[in-house]
């Protein structure tokens, strides 16, 4: 089967890449979508799935991070790799990266998302611009008005949810505050979707004292 066999996000943003590079691409995020589903068939619905990809500097990562949500996001994509047996997938609707503690970095991340996935099939996608999220009222309300209106109809998002911020404990507690309104707002409606949270940064435990926009308190990172 050719690996462009449809229009969706995922296959638009392969197309971007020469025949080489977008084969190599398509393999290896292919390889770590079976090895989610595969421990997804071993665990309950009720625990969290985690796993770890390590790259070489300038080796792809950002490109194998931004197909994977792609991939996952286009649900004809990841359906076709169930292994045999397993229960129907629920959807996936929301990412959210983490770009670590540098606000250029977030934005970096951010710009680069936006062109790589220019028209993405109606996605809110933010913070946008020069303000992460503590400082972008609009993309709080959006936020908001996702989740109000997810939560009353018992079903999943109608459009998908990309979230891209730093690594910091007051956005963190900021998005969680958000959220946890609108569900308590709803009488603790569930929502039928699943999340993919990528943490770029991973080995960013705790705060780096040598960057003048972090915070100096002395707090770690709710992991």
Avoid at 58 to 82: P, R, V
Avoid at 178 to 207: K, M, N, Q, R, V
Wanted: charged fraction near 25%; include cysteine; charge should be positive.
């Amino acid at each position: 089967m050719p690996i462009l066999s449809t229009l969706g996000n995922y296959s638009r943003y392969l197309s971007k890449f020469s025949y080489a590079r977008r084969r190599k691409l398509h393999k290896d995020v292919t390889a770590i979508r079976r090895r989610m589903l595969t421990r997804r068939k071993l665990v309950d619905d009720d625990n969290k799935l985690y796993g770890l990809v390590v790259g070489k500097v300038q080796s792809g990562k950002t490109a194998n991070m931004f197909g994977l949500a792609s991939s996952i996001i286009d649900e004809w994509e990841i359906a076709k790799l169930l292994p045999k047996g397993s229960k129907p997938l629920v959807p996936t609707k929301i990412v959210v990266i983490l770009s670590g503690l540098i606000d250029d970095l977030r934005k970096q991340t951010f710009n680069r998302f936006v062109n790589d996935f220019d028209g993405y099939s109606g996605a809110v996608i933010g913070p946008r611009g020069e303000k992460d999220l503590l400082g972008d009222d609009g993309f709080q309300q959006e936020i908001a008005d996702y989740f109000s209106a997810s939560f009353p109809s018992f079903n999943q998002p109608e459009k998908p949810l990309f979230i891209i911020v730093k690594k910091h404990p007051q956005i963190l507690a900021k998005l969680s505050e958000i959220i946890t309104h609108e569900h308590e707002a709803s009488g603790f409606i569930p929502i039928e979707t699943s999340w993919l949270i990528i943490d770029d940064e991973c080995d960013y435990a705790s705060l780096d004292r040598n960057h003048a926009d972090q915070t100096n308190k002395r707090e770690s990172i709710t992991n």
